[in-house]
């Protein structure tokens, strides 16, 4: 089990992504954007996630940009992007930061089989 930060602006999507996490009962903070991602870490450091899901077309801070803040205070935090956005740049961008990714729509078991290898490699680096 880990603590699980879901940021994603579509709420519908968001809750799909916490319910399939659920089922290997991570613990799920969703949030609806970067800054209020950023904003609950700064309320509360002790509740840093474990991994964080994310989109990449998120308003105001981009997906990219998140992680790389969040990794400011947590350089190994493992990362899953799930996204429509698939352009070259941003391909580049995503792959630049290590992470998991997988295209919406995805299946379930393709995103818990992501966040399990990017929590894997995690304890297999730290």
Same mark, same amino acid.
């Given at each position: 089990?880990?603590?699980?930060?879901?940021?994603?602006d579509?709420?519908?999507?968001?809750?799909?992504?916490?319910?399939?996490l659920?089922?290997? @009962?991570?613990?799920? =903070?969703? !949030?609806?954007?970067?800054?209020?991602?950023?904003?609950?870490? +700064?309320? /509360? $450091?002790?509740? %840093?996630?474990?991994?964080?899901?994310?989109?990449?077309?998120l308003?105001?801070?981009?997906?990219?940009?998140?992680?790389?803040?969040?990794?400011?205070?947590?350089? @190994?935090?493992?990362? =899953?992007? !799930?996204?429509?956005q698939?352009?070259?740049?941003?391909?580049? +961008?995503? /792959? $630049?930061?290590? %992470?998991?990714?997988?295209?919406?729509?995805?299946?379930?078991?393709?995103?818990?089989?992501?966040?399990?290898?990017?929590?894997?490699?995690?304890r297999?680096?730290?």
């Open positions: 089990m880990a603590r699980v930060m879901v940021v994603e579509d709420e519908d999507v968001g809750d799909w992504i916490a319910y399939c659920r089922q290997d @009962d991570h613990e799920i =903070v969703s !949030v609806p954007s970067s800054e209020l991602a950023l904003e609950g870490l +700064r309320a /509360d $450091a002790a509740e %840093a996630p474990d991994l964080v899901v994310l989109d990449y077309a308003p105001g801070i981009d997906g990219v940009d998140l992680l790389e803040t969040l990794r400011g205070a947590d350089p @190994d935090l493992p990362a =899953v992007f !799930v996204t429509v698939w352009t070259g740049k941003t391909l580049q +961008r995503i /792959d $630049a930061t290590g %992470a998991e990714r997988l295209a919406k729509p995805f299946e379930p078991q393709d995103l818990r089989d992501a966040v399990r290898r990017a929590l894997a490699g995690r297999s680096s730290g």
